[in-house]
Nanobody, 128 residues
Framework: QVQVVESGGGLVQAGGSLRLSCTAS????????LGWFRQAPGKEREAVSC????????YYADSVKGRFTVTKDNAKNTLYLQMISLKPEDTAMYYC?????????????????????WGQGTQVTVSS
């Protein structure tokens, strides 16, 4: 059974930094893709970043490119999202997700409909 659990959210001022963590269990092979998604109040959930198990392929939404970095520590079964230069518009519930890769490219895979395992979310609030 795949399980993912996020942590690391909080309140930060604009321009600040946060690092989110996601501990994943039950990933029995290297064909999984892991991702970060977010949902702001009144908005649809959107993809933020995805990474394959080897770490060799990554996707970033245009809105976070250059500010967010996704990494994996395979020894700890942990996914990270380092966020810098945070903006008020980054305020959202951030979710970690996992699924067997269903698309051939990380860009095509990093979409909500392809992920079946979700965490409970961690809140990120950026004050202006």
């Amino acid at each position: 059974q795949v399980q993912v659990v996020e942590s690391g959210g909080g309140l930060v001022q604009a321009g600040g930094s946060l690092r989110l963590s996601c501990t994943a269990s039950g990933l029995t092979n290297d064909r999984y893709t892991l991702g970060w998604f977010r949902q702001a109040p009144g908005k649809e959930r959107e993809a933020v970043s995805c990474i394959n198990m080897s770490g060799g392929s990554r996707y970033y939404a245009d809105s976070v490119k250059g500010r967010f970095t996704v990494t994996k520590d395979n020894a700890k079964n942990t996914l990270y999202l380092q966020m810098i230069s945070l903006k008020p518009e980054d305020t959202a519930m951030y979710y970690c997700a996992a699924n067997i890769a269903l698309r051939s490219t990380i860009t095509n895979m990093c979409r909500l409909q392809y992920f079946g395992y979700w965490g409970q979310g961690t809140q990120v609030t950026v004050s202006s």
